[in-house]
């Protein structure tokens, strides 16, 4: 029932809090790449649409990995 309900609420949800989540994390990447740079670790973001791009593929990785630990403990 749940992957049904959630794939009926899809539009809502990026329409509402699931894009405001987009902005956040890739503001929040962006921030990661800056402190990265000050400290010498070999991770940079080159502008905010690439933060945005990443930041997409975070979400669907961790939705993905969600979903299958979540089948195994079933």
């Known amino acids: 029932m749940k ?15 699931g894009l405001f989540l987009l902005v ?7 921030l990661t790449g800056w402190v990265a740079g000050g400290i010498g670790v070999g991770f940079h973001v080159d502008g905010f649409w690439t933060a945005v791009g990443g930041s ?14 979540s089948e195994r403990d079933r």
């Open 24 to 30: 956040i994390n890739a503001l929040l990447l962006l």
């Open 3 to 17: 992957p049904v309900l959630t794939l009926l609420s899809l539009p809502f949800i990026l329409l509402t809090l």
């Open 56 to 69: 997409i593929v975070i979400t669907v990785v961790t939705w993905a990995v969600d979903s299958l630990l």
